[in-house]
């Protein structure tokens, strides 16, 4: 029986496993995509607001010439990390049950059946888009992840969000030659946007680079044109594609399966803020997971102390 099974193979689940590692705890870390699978799917031209020192693990040097790391630095330094640490993975392998037991915890997967006296989750967010919920939102030219701009060259592109996700993809496109169109539900550019991008998207609306529909939201999609509800009524434009970059949720179905209470209203899962421990005595939380629909307080720099509180209390449990 294994001491932990760690699930997600993240920046947090990785640092997870260094952390079980060092107080010599057997372990093993089920991820159901690839490595650290959610930065292999954001944007190719991704660059991090924080800095390569914050995105350390395990007191492992992240070194880069930047001042802030980009995407394919980030996954370099993070499957470096896995390698030379010798960390036991199974990629591509997705859990599908976990029951409890006296002696801990059965966890059940697509290729096997293992036995664990404590589960760690660290699932992150960035597998579940939130929907619009609109007419037409099914349609092939809907899009809720976005990895490179070419693809969207002189077409006519609608992107809906306001933060650093639809920001990013507006400005970028914009740069390849996308005709494009910012439908924000506020009435600005989101606090949150990245402090070194904020004034260049600002500056594009300003001079009409990019339209910008501000307190309005998309009300329907077809195939070559959408609906904007707009404070003067509704729009009608062209368009090729839409770009829903309205955030991403955990799967709080998944959660509730396992028996962890979720608040009512934003779905913030019950947990020890000591020691990360769920009200399921064993299963521990750590990452973003843990914000219910508040993915925008978690990142890997404040979160990857999360590691070390869950095998402190692990170990300290282990003295009793």
Same mark, same amino acid.
């Given at each position: ?9 993240? @920046? ?8 079980? /590692?060092?107080?010599? &705890?057997?372990?093993?870390? !089920?991820?159901?995509?690839? $490595?650290?699978? =959610? ?26 010439? #930047?001042?802030? *790391? ?16 010798? &960390? @036991?993975?199974? $990629? ?22 293992? /036995?664990?006296? #404590?589960?760690?989750? =660290? ?9 619009? %919920? ?12 976005? $990895? %490179? ?5 002189? /077409? ?12 990013? !993809?507006? &400005? ?14 506020? %009435?600005?550019?989101? =606090?949150?946007?990245?402090?070194? !991008?904020?004034?260049?998207?600002? #500056? ?45 949720? *955990?799967?709080?179905?998944? &959660? ?12 913030? *899962? /019950? ?21 219910? $629909? ?27």
């Amino acid at each position: 029986m294994l001491d932990i099974l760690i699930i997600g193979g993240g @920046p947090i689940g990785l640092a997870c496993g260094l952390a079980a /590692q060092r107080a010599g &705890l057997s372990f093993l870390i !089920v991820e159901k995509g690839c $490595l650290v699978n =959610s930065l292999y799917n954001y944007p190719s031209t991704m660059t991090f607001f924080s800095t390569s020192e914050k995105l350390e693990i395990g007191g492992i040097p992240f070194v880069t010439i #930047n001042n802030k *790391p980009v995407r394919a630095e980030a996954l370099e330094y993070y499957r470096r990390v896995a390698v030379s640490r010798h &960390l @036991p993975i199974n $990629l591509f392998e997705e859990v599908t049950s976990i029951t409890k037991d006296d002696n801990g915890y059965t966890i059940t997967s697509a290729k096997g059946v293992y /036995q664990a006296k #404590n589960v760690i989750l =660290s699932t992150g967010f960035y597998d579940i888009s939130v929907n619009l %919920d609109i007419p037409g939102e099914h349609l092939p030219k809907v899009k809720h992840y976005y $990895l %490179d701009p070419h693809y969207y060259a002189m /077409q006519k592109v609608v992107v809906v969000g306001s933060s650093n996700s639809a920001i990013d !993809v507006a &400005l970028e496109t914009y740069r390849k030659g996308a005709d494009v169109t910012l439908v924000v539900r506020g %009435d600005e550019i989101s =606090s949150r946007v990245k402090y070194w !991008v904020r004034p260049d998207i600002i #500056n594009r609306i300003k001079e009409g680079s990019i339209k910008a529909y501000f307190n309005s939201n998309l009300k329907a999609i077809r195939e070559y044109e959408v609906d904007i509800d707009t404070p003067e009524g509704t729009v009608t434009i062209a368009n090729d594609f839409v770009m829903a970059m309205t955030g991403y949720k *955990p799967n709080f179905n998944f &959660l509730k399966k396992l028996g962890i209470n979720l608040s009512e209203d934003k779905y913030i *899962p /019950q947990y020890n803020h000591d020691t990360m421990e769920t009200n399921m005595p064993g299963m521990y939380l750590a990452g973003v997971v843990v914000g219910g $629909l508040d993915t925008h307080l978690w990142f890997i720099e404040n979160s990857r102390i999360h590691a070390d509180m869950i095998i402190d209390d692990i170990v300290r449990k282990r003295l009793i």
